[in-house]
Structures are given as structure tokens and as C-alpha cells.
């Protein structure tokens, strides 16, 4: 088997994004990383869209590390100004969907894979390349987890600025309803839906959690839909809005709604899953000495990945930055692919070694 280089790994970054990956739609960018494995006579599985492979010189009676990231990537903006599947380079800057979140990072992982496949180390590794990161899919990671071997821990691969995050927030999304009363606009109505609506948004607005967290510090709730009327001269019977809540590890998903709906009687507060939860790790655990240990910086991270589905210590670390990620013309710096699959080998030799 060659060594995987760094013009390998651009040029297998530059053919996943000029393979369309849409959530769901992620059969194409599986292809390529099972005819990549192939060409490289890597054995491997698959499920739907989900590949994975193991090393060489798997040993049960050693722990287990797998390298995972994804290959699906939500719709392009309406704002690109360049092509999002031409995969073009421009002032030291690769352009393309999915380039930063999370192609970098899961190439990155793959070539270190690839190059640490024969090694007899202290850990076992998997890699796996999954999908439907970006909606939590059902046939995303979570639906190979009793397929993989048994996992010890995980490095999930998220645009991170190579930092390490060990601990990230949960997510809950909460469908609100509010019933009031339907009348004609020109008439005085107390029960405005909207104008209720809105009362019990301005009391989301200032309301407080009272537990912080010293590593994802407050639960932060942001109001993102809101549905009301569909006539100027019709006051609707009911308004609807969406919440989008962030939890630190202080509570789970059933005390927020326990606690929302004490916040706001009389609406009702459908949650869409409860399944996303705040997830951490020790601080004395391999994984994190690992990281201090070569001096990268760690913190709790705002963001919800494939981390929240996983039933073993993991932390999230990976290439490019998380602002740029769902933007228009989203891109990756050519040095951040080439440091960052540097720092990736630093980190799995510390840790195999």
C-alpha cells in the first residue's frame, strides 16, 4: 500500500465535493470512498451510505479508536458566487460545498487511517465515513453503531480549527403552538393568537436557566420559526413558532420541556426528539492528555454533531472553522488541510506510541 500524502488527500477532497452529497442523497460520496478503499485494497463495509473500515492487525483485546466524520452536506446557499461542486482553487483557498464542514476534517481522518493502517499500536482504529450528520438522520452513525467492532472512544472530525472540544451542547427543537381566537381584524380580540405568541416569546427572551456549566456555560434558546394568518383581515385561531434550545450537560432533555412548559402555560410545546443530549468527557481520559499533552487547546463547543449519538468518550476535533460552515462560498485554506492532517498524525502517534 502507498502512503497517503497530502496531494492524495486534496485530490480526494476536490472529487467529494464535486460529488453532490445532500443529506440523504450521499450514495455518490460513498462510492468514492469505497472505490478509494479498493484501489487501495482496504477490505471494508457498508450500509446504505456509510462506509467503514478497520486496521490491519485488529486485536480484540486491545482498546479501540474510531475516526469518524461525514460526507453529507446540507443544500447550497442561494448566495455562492462561485460554483459549490467546482472544487476550485483560488488564493491558496480550496472553494466548494462541504469543503470546510466536514470534507477536510473526514479526509484528514481517512489519510491518517490509510497511512496508520499496518501500525501495531496501543489502539485499534476504525474509520468510518458516515451520513446524514446534518439532519441526525436515523441512517446516519447511529445506524452502524451495533455493526462496528466494540468502540472504546472516538475522535469525531467537525471543523474545529484543530482545537479539541470536550464537551459540546445537546440540541432540542421545540414546536410551539398557541391556540386563541379567530375573528375579523377590524374587531377588538383578546385573544390574538400572535399578540399571545409573542408575550410568551418575550418571556423566552428573558428568561435564564439557572444552572451554568463551567465547560458549555448557560442553556441558550433562540426563537427561529414563526408561522401565523395567511389573510391582513383575518385574525388566525392559532399561531405557531419553533424553538431551537442548546443544553449544557446541567440537564436533559425532559427537564428543559418540564421547565419550558412551567415558563409558558397555555402553550403547547412539542419536542421533535430528545435523543440529541450534551455530551462530555473525562478530563484525565487518553484522548484529552493526548491533546493537552501536545499543547492543543480544548473547550466546550456550542455546536451539535454525531458526537451527541455516540455511547462512548469522544472528543470533536478537526480542519477549518465552524463559522464558515452553511455560508455561501464556503472554502478551506490549503495550509489548514495540510496542517491539520499534520496534526492529526502527531496526535494518533502520541497516542498509538
Known amino acids: 500500500m502507498m502512503d497517503f500524502t497530502y496531494t492524495h488527500a486534496l485530490e480526494l477532497l476536490k472529487q467529494l465535493i464535486k460529488t453532490p452529497s445532500l443529506s440523504r442523497q450521499e450514495d455518490k460520496a460513498a462510492n468514492l470512498f469505497t472505490s478509494t478503499m479498493k484501489c487501495l485494497g482496504i477490505p471494508y463495509r457498508r450500509k446504505g451510505n456509510n462506509v467503514w473500515a478497520q486496521s490491519a492487525y485488529f486485536d480484540p483485546s486491545k482498546p479501540t479508536l474510531l475516526l469518524n466524520s461525514h460526507h453529507?452536506?446540507?443544500?447550497?446557499?442561494?448566495?455562492?458566487?462561485?460554483?459549490?461542486?467546482?472544487?476550485?482553487?483560488?488564493?491558496?483557498?480550496?472553494?466548494?460545498?462541504?469543503?470546510?464542514?466536514?470534507?477536510?476534517?473526514l479526509v484528514?481522518?481517512?489519510?491518517?487511517?490509510?497511512?496508520?493502517?499496518?501500525?501495531?499500536?496501543?489502539?485499534?482504529?476504525?474509520?468510518?465515513?458516515?451520513?446524514?450528520?446534518?439532519?441526525?438522520?436515523?441512517?446516519?452513525?447511529a445506524s452502524i453503531l451495533q455493526e462496528l467492532p466494540l468502540i472504546d472512544c472516538a475522535i469525531v472530525g467537525e471543523p474545529t480549527q484543530m482545537r479539541a472540544a470536550t464537551a459540546e451542547k445537546g440540541l432540542l427543537v421545540v414546536d410551539c403552538r398557541v391556540v386563541g381566537k379567530s375573528s375579523h381584524a377590524a374587531h377588538p380580540n383578546a385573544l390574538n393568537p400572535i399578540y399571545l405568541a409573542v408575550e410568551h416569546i418575550v418571556k423566552l427572551k428573558n428568561y435564564r436557566f439557572e444552572k451554568t456549566s463551567s465547560l458549555l456555560g448557560q442553556v441558550h434558546v433562540a426563537v427561529s420559526i414563526f408561522n401565523a394568518g395567511e389573510k391582513h383581515n383575518v385574525v388566525p385561531a392559532e399561531a405557531h413558532f419553533t424553538m431551537d434550545v442548546r443544553l449544557n450537560e446541567c440537564y436533559t432533555p425532559e427537564q428543559i420541556v418540564e421547565e419550558l412548559q412551567s415558563l409558558l402555560p397555555g402553550v403547547e410545546l412539542k419536542p421533535r426528539s430528545l435523543r440529541l443530549r450534551p455530551s462530555s468527557i473525562a478530563p484525565d481520559h487518553p484522548l484529552v492528555t493526548t491533546a493537552l499533552n501536545l499543547g492543543i487547546d480544548t473547550f466546550g463547543s456550542p455546536t451539535v454533531s454525531d458526537q451527541a449519538l455516540l455511547p462512548f468518550p469522544s472528543i470533536k476535533m478537526g480542519i477549518g472553522d465552524s463559522l464558515r460552515s452553511h455560508t455561501a462560498d464556503e472554502f478551506i485554506f490549503l495550509n489548514e488541510l495540510k496542517e491539520g492532517i499534520e496534526m492529526y498524525d502527531a496526535f494518533l502517534q502520541k497516542l498509538l506510541n
Request: aromatic share 14%; with cysteine.
Open 72 to 105: 453529507d452536506t446540507v443544500a447550497p446557499s442561494t448566495l455562492y458566487t462561485k460554483d459549490p461542486f467546482g472544487a476550485e482553487v483560488c488564493d491558496s483557498k480550496l472553494y466548494g460545498l462541504g469543503s470546510n464542514d466536514a470534507g477536510a476534517s
Open 108 to 141: 484528514g481522518l481517512f489519510t491518517v487511517f490509510v497511512n496508520n493502517y499496518f501500525t501495531k499500536g496501543k489502539y485499534n482504529l476504525v474509520f468510518a465515513a458516515t451520513a446524514e450528520e446534518e439532519i441526525s438522520g436515523s441512517e446516519g452513525i
